[in-house]
Structure formats: structure tokens, C-alpha cells
T-cell receptor, first 110, second 113 residues
Framework: QKEVEQNSGPLSVPEGAIASLNCTYS??????FFWYRQYSGKSPELIMS????GDKEDGRFTAQLNKASQYVSLLIRDSQPSDSATYLC??????????FGTGTSLTVIP | KAGVTQTPRYLIKTRGQQVTLSCSPI?????VSWYQQTPGQGLQFLFE???????NKGNFPGRFSGRQFSNSRSEMNVSTLELGDSALYLC????????????FGPGTRLTVT
């Protein structure tokens, strides 16, 4: 069984701080990595995708991938109360199904 | 461009009944995947369809089935409903099997009583 592990939290950070979310995965064949944000009562929203080792930045979000360590992370800079949500990590080996973590609940305190 | 649409949004059924859920992918997207989301199990993969063919299947009983039409719209069916089938059913579409970014619809909230 391929696994994607996330710390369920809750993770609380003050407004303006950096939130760091982590994810590890078991399948070394995984090639694509994604972060989704899910507000309570809503469906997941894709916020970042990363395919190569290193960092990928998009606005206040930075995804980091280390395939050797089977580790992917998401940094949220200048955290805002509107960032309060559950963040889901997903991994995929091309041509096969996605595997999702159970999510990390983030609360940004004003 | 319109997003993924799912109908109905809410559904209440009784045990033993069957249900059909519908998903229309983003225009031009040809791959559709279905997921079940519950508080205890998180997002669980049901199946993926591409070009009207099931390409991947998750670990769910045969009561769960699906299909895809030539216009890429997809349906999933659950027969002989059980209380444990109460969940949010999510559909996600992607451009094709080589483009792995998936976009989710709003989901169908199914309650089985």
C-alpha cells in the first residue's frame, strides 16, 4: 500500500508568519507532487504542483521537493487568516492513481 | 472556462437503494477521476476514466461502478447503499493522462439513512 503521510495538526501560526507543511511518501516511483487547499465544507483546490527536485515558488507559496528523502513541503509566507484551511499533499506515478495524505489543518491567528 | 460540475450537490437515500452521480469535466479535459472523502478515511480513490475506458481502480467493492461518455462526462453508480457510503463524492478532471494536474468539482454530499 503506497502511503502519503502528513502531520494532521492542527498547526497554528500568527498572522504574517511562515507556515511550514510537510509530507512524506513511500513510493520511490512517484513523479508528480501536488498541494491542495481545502476549506471546510468545500472541495480541494490545487495550489501547487512540483515535478523536479528543488524549490518552486508561486506568490506567497513555495513547494520544496527532495526525491532522495521522499519528502515534499509547502511554505506559506506572510500567512493570512484566509490561509486557514486543511492542506492536502498528493503524489502520483504517471499513469497511475493519485495518493492523498489525510491533510494538515492550518489556523492563522490574527 | 467553466470548472468541473457535479450533480446533484446533495442527496439523501435509504439503505439498499442505488444512486447515480454525474460529473462534467472542464472543457477539453478528457480524464476523470472519482474520489470518496470521509472524515475518518480522507480522500480515497475510486476510479479513473479516460477515453471511455476505466484506467485505474481503487480498492472499493463492486457496488461502486462508473462510466464515461464520448463527451468525457462521467457517471458513477453505487448500488445497494450502506450507511458507510455516506460521504462527499468528488470528481476531478485533468487534461489527459500525461497532464497530471487534477481539478476538483464541488462534490456531491451523499447521506444514507
Amino acid at each position: 500500500q503506497k502511503e502519503v503521510e502528513q502531520n494532521s495538526g492542527p498547526l497554528s501560526v500568527p498572522e504574517g508568519a511562515i507556515a511550514s507543511l510537510n509530507c512524506t511518501y513511500s513510493d520511490r516511483g512517484s513523479q508528480s507532487f501536488f498541494w491542495y487547499r481545502q476549506y471546510s465544507g468545500k472541495s480541494p483546490e490545487l495550489i501547487m504542483s512540483i515535478y523536479s527536485n528543488g524549490d518552486k515558488e508561486d506568490g506567497r507559496f513555495t513547494a520544496q521537493l527532495n526525491k532522495a528523502s521522499q519528502y515534499v513541503s509547502l511554505l506559506i509566507r506572510d500567512s493570512q487568516p484566509s490561509d486557514s484551511a486543511t492542506y492536502l499533499c498528493a503524489v502520483n506515478e504517471d499513469g497511475n492513481q493519485f495518493y492523498f495524505g489525510t491533510g494538515t489543518s492550518l489556523t492563522v491567528i490574527p | 472556462k467553466a470548472g468541473v460540475t457535479q450533480t446533484p450537490r446533495y442527496l439523501i437515500k435509504t439503505r439498499g437503494q442505488q444512486v447515480t452521480l454525474s460529473c462534467s469535466p472542464i472543457s477539453g479535459h478528457r480524464s476523470v477521476s472519482w474520489y470518496q472523502q470521509t472524515p475518518g478515511q480522507g480522500l480515497q480513490f475510486l476510479f479513473e476514466y479516460f477515453s471511455e475506458t476505466q484506467r485505474n481502480k481503487g480498492n472499493f467493492p463492486g457496488r461502486f461502478s462508473g462510466r464515461q461518455f464520448s463527451n468525457s462526462r462521467s457517471e458513477m453508480n453505487v448500488s445497494t447503499l450502506e450507511l458507510g457510503d455516506s460521504a462527499l463524492y468528488l470528481c476531478a478532471s485533468s487534461l489527459d493522462r500525461g497532464h497530471r494536474e487534477q481539478y476538483f468539482g464541488p462534490g456531491t454530499r451523499l447521506t444514507v439513512t
